[in-house]
């Protein structure tokens, strides 16, 4: 089972920028499809973005489409969220996960989580 752990969650201001990054260990990689999830205050933990073993194929919500970018390095062990023109409706603790089954769009589908970094946009 793979360790995570996410970086590069902050405080911005509507309208900017931020890239999370996270870094695993303790297994192939490769070998698990990889998703962001984030949970609101008071709200249940709901699926970002998610990428394919190679990154050949993504998915994204609807919420985000168009502003959120999944990318994966398999060399360095690595999946990023790039995040851009960020709302007050973003502001939320966001997770890295991985899937150990061949499914990579829900929620049950993940196993491994990180522990999580805060993300908060002042409108």
């Known amino acids: 089972q793979l360790q995570l752990v996410e970086s590069g969650g902050g405080l911005v201001q509507a309208g900017e920028s931020l890239n999370l990054s996270c870094s695993a260990s303790?297994?192939?990689?490769?070998?698990?499809?990889m998703g962001w999830f984030r949970q609101a205050p008071g709200k249940g933990r709901a699926i970002v973005a998610s990428?394919?073993?190679?990154?050949?194929?993504?998915y994204y919500a609807d919420s985000v489409k168009g502003r959120f970018t999944i990318s994966r390095d398999n060399a360095k062990n690595t999946v990023s969220l790039q995040m851009r023109s960020l709302q007050y409706e973003d502001t939320a603790v966001y997770y890295c996960?991985?899937?150990?089954?061949?499914?990579?769009?829900?929620?049950?589908?993940?196993?491994?989580w990180g522990q999580g970094t805060q993300v908060t946009v002042s409108s």
């Open positions: 303790g297994g192939t990689f490769s070998h698990y499809p």
């Open positions: 996960a991985a899937s150990s089954t061949s499914s990579w769009f829900t929620l049950n589908d993940f196993t491994s």
């Open positions: 990428i394919s073993w190679t990154g050949t194929s993504t």
